[in-house]
């Protein structure tokens, strides 16, 4: 606990040290026990864009992979749609998948 002077006890905290996005990177990929080929997209994916924002030194941001995972979605949701129910039309498989 650290006392301030001011009578109220407050748990001290840990610094935060500033980000360090190879060593963030490192840390994750050492926890999940995988091996990223391309450690820049997992930079990239883990950036938002609120962040890159907030640092002139942040070039990247995951809006572009957000993109593209949706479109991956979009397909896998629409073949299991059309898969399973092969009664249904196309504007009900629509109404469906933007349900889901």
């Given at each position: 606990?650290?006392?301030?002077?001011?009578?109220v006890?407050?748990?001290?905290?840990?610094?935060?040290?500033?980000?360090?996005?190879l060593?963030?990177?490192?840390t994750?990929?050492?926890?999940?026990?995988h091996?990223?080929?391309?450690?820049?997209?997992?930079e990239?994916?883990?950036?938002?864009?609120?962040?890159?924002?907030?640092?002139?030194?942040?070039?990247?941001?995951?809006?572009r992979?957000?993109?593209?995972?949706?479109?991956?979605?979009?397909?896998?949701?629409?073949?299991?749609?059309?898969?399973?129910?092969?009664?249904?039309?196309?504007?009900?498989?629509?109404?469906?998948?933007s349900?889901?």
């Open positions: 606990m650290v006392d301030f002077n001011d009578g006890r407050r748990a001290s905290r840990t610094l935060i040290p500033m980000f360090d996005p060593a963030a990177t490192a994750l990929a050492r926890r999940l026990g091996v990223f080929r391309t450690p820049f997209f997992l990239q994916a883990l950036t938002h864009t609120s962040f890159r924002n907030e640092r002139i030194d942040c070039q990247i941001d995951n809006q992979l957000e993109f593209l995972g949706d479109a991956v979605l979009g397909l896998v949701i629409t073949e299991a749609l059309v898969e399973l129910m092969p009664e249904r039309r196309e504007g009900q498989l629509t109404l469906l998948k349900q889901l």
